[in-house]
Every structure is written in structure tokens, then in C-alpha cells.
């Protein structure tokens, strides 16, 4: 059974052949492969992309979709969420779920053993988005091997799930600029280098904006508030305000595309002037949440 819980799961030809089925995906040339197959959606927080390109993309494969608000199982009046997932893999070939916990949560859904379960982001990871940042960065520059990527922002999820994917590639210089306090959790880290020094990848993080390197083939960044976050700290805008990509960032890196996973909040993490701007491949990117997602479901379920 293949589930797609942690990229630190994936074996490096999986996420290659996924990145290539995406792109593939994209280029309008799938064909509908999963007719006669349930998938479910169980979105615990809130999604616009990651829970449409997964409906779309299973209808588009030829799928039908069982959709699972937040209230709706008897998950809510506490039954466990291992007997949910072996009920639900009676009766559906794959489950595509968000929570808001930890990764732990997902592996009791997936405790039953025949119903692949699809992480749709949890607390630590944003496997399927990395999928679409990947996919993205490899049809604007014909390779990921060598690309020189700048993220500036939190350490959530969607960089958690960055570092763990691109680390894998050759020559990849991956520089996180991540505000004091809020970076990449350690045990990201580790992996995120482990698989650098595996690859001839570097991965490096640090909590300010100076002495930038210049050249960056893509600067990236997130939401301030990650979906089902919170700041304890009051003054966090305080911390996180040198932190915003402007297009004064483009004087060392003319070249760069932009991208963000959105959902974006101009003024905030990014100007609008990128944002919008020529160099952003955010749009882009968030359509690319769909040829991902129907090459994870063609995946799990091939
Ligand atoms: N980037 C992303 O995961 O978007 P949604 O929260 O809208 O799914």
C-alpha cells in the first residue's frame, strides 16, 4: 500500500516520477485512469486549493468523491481514528485528509492497511504542495538539479515539505531566511541535511536578512498565519515584518521567478507588486496543485 504521509517516506525515484506525472498531468496529457474508484476528502481546516485539486483532479481521473466536512463523522463524538480509517477502507480506495495534529494521527488512519491515506497538510508537513512547487520550479527551468531557491518566512509546514523535497536534488542551493523563533523544526532540518549530504544538495537556515547571496533562480515565501496556527506571542508582526518580500529582493536576483502557496496576503508576507508582478509563478503554482495531486491519487492508487 502507498501512502503519502511524510515526503521523509518517498523514496527519490517516487518523488522524481511524481514530479514528471504532474508535469505531465499539465500538459494536458493524462489519461482518465481511475474509473470506478472512491476517493475521500477529509478536510478538517480550511483549503481552497489542496481540497479542490484533489476533488477535481479524482473527477478528472475518472473518480467519483466522497467529500468529509470537519463535523460530519463520529470522529466528533470520539470514536478513534484508527476504527474510522478501517471502516472507511471497506468501502473507499483512497482517503485524502487535513488535519490540524500531528503526522501520527494520519499513520492511525492508515493503520488499517489497504486504504492508501494522502497527507493534505498536517502540523509538521505539506507534502502535496512541495509536489506542486517542485512540478512548478521544473516546467519554468527545465530541471531541478542546480537551482538556486531562497525561501523567506516561517518554518511551517509548506517548508518543512521544501526542504525534504528539494534537498534531494543535485547542486540545489536551498537557503532558508526564517524570523527568530519560527523555523524550520529540528527534526526537518536533520533530515532536510542528511538527504543534502546524500545529493550534493545544500540546505542552509538563518534567522535574519543580511549579506543575501545573489542570483536566486526562485525566491519563495508563506503566510504569515499558517492555516490552523497560532502566534502566543503578541508581537510577532514585530518579528516577522523584516521578513517581508518586496521587489527590492530582485536587485541580487533580477532573474528570479516568485512563487507562494497561497493563500496570499498583500501587504503582509509579500507586496502586492510581486505578488503580482512578472516574475510571480504563484498562479501558476496553485494550478499545479491539481496535476500533483492527480498524480499522487494515480500513484496511490496505480
Ligand atoms: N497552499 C494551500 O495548501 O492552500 P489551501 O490551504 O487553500 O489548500
Redesign the pocket.
Known amino acids: 500500500m502507498k501512502n503519502l504521509i511524510s515526503l521523509s517516506d518517498l523514496p527519490d525515484d517516487n518523488l522524481h516520477a511524481l514530479v514528471s506525472d504532474a508535469l505531465h498531468h499539465a500538459a494536458g496529457a493524462g489519461e482518465p485512469s481511475l474509473h470506478g474508484r472512491i476517493v475521500g476528502t477529509y478536510f478538517r481546516a ?6 479542490t485539486a484533489f476533488t477535481a483532479g479524482a473527477l478528472r481521473l475518472g473518480a467519483q468523491v466522497i467529500a468529509f466536512g470537519p463535523e460530519d463523522m463520529q470522529l466528533v463524538t470520539g470514536e478513534s481514528t484508527r476504527d474510522t480509517g478501517r471502516v472507511l477502507s471497506g468501502m473507499i480506495d483512497a482517503l485524502v485528509a487535513r488535519t490540524t495534529g500531528s503526522t501520527e494521527e494520519l499513520l492511525d488512519f492508515a493503520a488499517q492497511g489497504r486504504m492508501p491515506v494522502i497527507n493534505a ?1 498536517s502540523a509538521g508537513e ?1 507534502p502535496t ?1 512541495a509536489l506542486a512547487d517542485l512540478t512548478t520550479l521544473h516546467e519554468r527551468f527545465g530541471q531541478l538539479e542546480d537551482l538556486s531557491v531562497l525561501y523567506v518566512g516561517e518554518g511551517n509546514s509548506t517548508a518543512a515539505a521544501l526542504a525534504l523535497a528539494l534537498s534531494r536534488y543535485r547542486g540545489v542551493h536551498l537557503q532558508f531566511r526564517t524570523p527568530p523563533g519560527y523555523g524550520l523544526p529540528a527534526e526537518y532540518s536533520r533530515q532536510a541535511n542528511a538527504n543534502a549530504t546524500r545529493s550534493g544538495a545544500t540546505v542552509i537556515e538563518r534567522h535574519d536578512m543580511a549579506d543575501l547571496p545573489k542570483d536566486f533562480d526562485a525566491i519563495y515565501t508563506t503566510r504569515w498565519q499558517t ?1 490552523g496556527t497560532s502566534k502566543p506571542d503578541p508581537n510577532w508582526r514585530t518579528v516577522f515584518a523584516p521578513f517581508q518580500v518586496s521587489s527590492a529582493l530582485w536587485e541580487g536576483s533580477p532573474k528570479a521567478v516568485f512563487l507562494h ?3 496570499a496576503h498583500r501587504g503582509e508576507e509579500v507586496s502586492a507588486e510581486v505578488l503580482d508582478g512578472p516574475a510571480s509563478l504563484a498562479f501558476r503554482q496553485a494550478e499545479h496543485k491539481m496535476h500533483s495531486a492527480m498524480a499522487v491519487l494515480r500513484w496511490c492508487l496505480g
Open positions: 480550511t483549503s481552497t486549493r489542496t481540497r497538510m505539506h504542495q492555516t502557496d497561497l493563500p
